[in-house]
């Protein structure tokens, strides 16, 4: 679904009336990045506009579900998931919340009754790439870049919504893809492609957004499904929202988790 540059100009070439194949003018690129900055300025104020754009911090509590070439994984497994901007998160797993995760800066690490230890380099690297990779990030940070591309790729079908496509291109030449909801801006899909490390073939990491709900004035996907090459491999299921959370001093100091715990 995503589109890189040459191929986005060359559809903005054969949508043109009366185009030759040749590249689009700086007019033709200038409207069509201002159309797709329309379209993500209409996401930001859907979602809640400069009160969004300050959230502090959000905790999110839900259920779990996996899956195997498309098929759901028997049972659920309940979490709590903490984000701070930028780049603080917390897992907690278990109903005892006994099993906890920290992604803190550029470092994963794991505290159970065995102490702390670090997260292994595949989960470490597979949770960075999917937060730097995130609609916030893309409008926190893309967005504000004068040099990142703003592509308006037109209306598509998303979970059976019509929905306009936007890709933005980083100066490093990553790509974000999000489609929002025509009608009520929400984002339904975010999407970006990376590449193995180790077989270097190219990989789709795609989420999709539904059930939404308004907590603390923010609408919230209650529904949130993770497919790697168009296959389902994560549903979230959440049953509890808070948002610009009262947490404690050390909450995000995984040596301070390890003291607590009763071993």
Do not use: C
Request: proline content about 5%; glycine content about 4%.
């Amino acid at each position: 679904m995503r589109r890189i540059l040459p191929a986005a100009l060359a559809a903005m070439v054969l949508m043109a009336p009366h185009a030759t194949r040749t590249q689009p003018s700086g007019d033709a690129a200038q409207k069509n990045a201002q159309q797709a900055r329309a379209a993500l300025d209409a996401m930001v104020k859907a979602l809640g506009g400069q009160a969004w754009l300050d959230i502090k911090n959000q905790m999110r509590q839900g259920h779990i579900a996996a899956f195997f070439q498309g098929n759901p994984d028997l049972g659920t497994e309940e979490t709590f998931e903490f984000h701070q901007w930028p780049d603080h998160d917390r897992i907690e797993v278990t109903k005892h919340r006994d099993v906890v995760e920290f992604f803190v800066g550029r470092e994963g690490w794991e505290v159970t009754y065995r102490g702390k230890k670090p997260l292994d380099k595949d989960i470490v690297d597979d949770f960075l790439r999917r937060r730097d990779h995130s609609i916030e990030v893309a409008i926190k940070v893309w967005l504000k870049d004068p040099n990142t591309i703003l592509i308006y790729e037109g209306q598509h079908m998303a979970e059976r919504h019509l929905a306009e496509q936007v890709t933005l291109i980083s100066p490093r030449n990553e790509a974000i893809t999000i489609l929002m909801d025509v009608q009520t801006h929400l984002p339904l899909q975010r999407i970006f492609e990376w590449r193995d490390p180790e077989y270097h073939d190219k990989n789709t990491d795609t989420e999709e957004y539904d059930d939404y709900h308004t907590i603390d004035g923010f609408p919230t996907p209650f529904t949130i499904t993770r497919l790697k090459n168009g296959d389902t491999v994560r549903q979230y299921y959440v049953t509890h929202m808070s948002y610009n959370l009262n947490l404690p001093a050390d909450f995000w100091d995984p040596d301070a988790e390890a003291r607590k715990v009763k071993r």
